[in-house]
């Protein structure tokens, strides 16, 4: 008894032609029409996909592979999504969200992800901080060897972390300024370690990324003493493809 069809995403009909792609498990990854819908998937061969590394990155792998084939107009699915058959996919999918598909594909067309996470070390930002403001240093030494209340401790530690606050943001901004101008859509997630201090992906004109990666370039060395940035130019739109972001 097999285990079902795995499905990796959704491109408008008639979708890819002979692609030549190996997916999870090593099986080959093939196309299925349904209603206006195409799509990609291949034999699953577990019941259940652990989301390790090397699963995410197959399946990842499946989709880029895809795109860079030529098929650039797609919408990729939550890893692990496995179906006993097509009927389930016309039945929860393409019949209840057909309009809303065809919304994603509209929005999508010519165009491509990229994403920018920005990394600081927070130690030598606070002593770059304490150099510029010499007031700010003298309340901290001021902690130093003396018996200050609560009050007066809570005081400075509030004003330093407003103040590392506002050279986040400052930096931010600055990324803000010189990105979002390229971006039809932009979606800022959620930093994801402590260092990480801002995280955006960006949906943008698929011939623009020469001129944002540019940018990214030119960022990179305004800030190359003080942070480290990490850009990937190519993905499959994760941000941009969610139904429940249409509105």
């Not at 995403?9 to 206006?36: E, H, M, R, S, W």
């Amino acid at each position: 008894m097999g285990y079902g069809l795995y499905l990796y995403g959704i491109f408008p009909a008639p979708g890819p032609q002979g692609l030549a792609i190996t997916g999870l498990d090593q099986q080959p990854v093939q196309t299925k029409q349904v209603d206006d819908f195409v799509f990609l998937y291949s034999e699953a061969q577990q019941d259940r996909y652990l989301a390790s590394r090397k699963n995410l990155l197959g399946h990842e792998r499946a989709l880029e592979q895809a795109m860079q084939a030529g098929y650039r107009t797609l919408l990729p699915l939550q890893f692990g999504l496995i179906i006993a058959d097509w009927g389930d996919v016309q039945e929860q999918l393409t019949t209840p969200y057909g309009d809303s598909l065809q919304h994603l594909f509209s929005k999508l067309d010519g165009k491509r992800e990229v994403g920018v996470k920005i990394f600081w070390q927070q130690d030598s930002e606070l002593q770059m901080l304490l150099e510029e403001k010499p007031d700010l240093k003298a309340q901290r030494d001021n902690l130093e060897g003396k018996n200050l209340s609560m009050d007066e401790v809570v005081s400075i530690g509030q004003a330093i972390e407003r103040s590392l606050a506002e050279r986040k943001q400052s930096i931010i901004q600055a990324f803000r300024a010189r990105l979002n101008p390229f971006a039809v859509e932009v979606v800022e997630n959620d930093t994801l370690t402590e260092s990480m201090i801002y995280n955006a992906a960006y949906l943008i004109d698929w011939e623009a990324e020469a001129d944002f990666g540019a940018q990214v370039e030119d960022l990179d060395r305004q800030f190359s003493d003080r942070l480290t940035i990490r850009y990937n130019n190519f993905t499959a739109p994760y941000n941009f493809a969610q139904l429940d972001r249409l509105g």
